[in-house]
């Protein structure tokens, strides 16, 4: 069994950076891949990054390359997700899975966490 607590959600302008956090308990960390989704109201969760458990290879939705970024410390047992030039359509409940597997299906992930909020006003 895998825990997993996302902070540092908040309220952010469109423009500014945010950076989410993962802290992951209960088995070795360094034994799964590890992804963010986000999921805004009304909408079905999607896919945002992952990276494998080396923190060698990882991959993004088109709609965040080259603003967010995933990043691991298997030492600290926590994943992050730096977010740069936040948009509104960026405004959800982001979410922190862990899984053997790697990818962007939530199919791939196992455990997950329980969110942390995003809003970025329009």
């Known amino acids: 069994q895998v825990t997993l607590v996302e902070s540092g959600g908040g309220l952010v302008q469109a423009g500014d950076s945010l950076r989410l956090s993962c802290a992951a308990s209960g088995r070795t960390f360094s034994d799964y891949a590890m992804g963010w989704f986000r999921q805004a109201p009304g909408k079905e969760r999607e896919f945002v990054a992952a990276?494998?458990?080396?923190?060698?290879?990882?991959i993004y939705a088109d709609s965040v390359r080259g603003r967010f970024t995933i990043s691991r410390y298997n030492a600290k047992n926590t994943v992050n997700l730096q977010m740069n030039s936040l948009k509104p359509e960026d405004a959800a409940i982001y979410y922190c899975?862990?899984?053997?597997?790697?990818?962007?299906?939530?199919?791939?992930?196992?455990?997950w966490g329980q969110g942390t909020q995003v809003t970025v006003p329009s």
């Open positions: 990276i494998d458990w080396s923190g060698d290879s990882t």
């Open positions: 899975p862990a899984n053997e597997a790697y990818g962007p299906s939530e199919d791939d992930y196992q455990y």
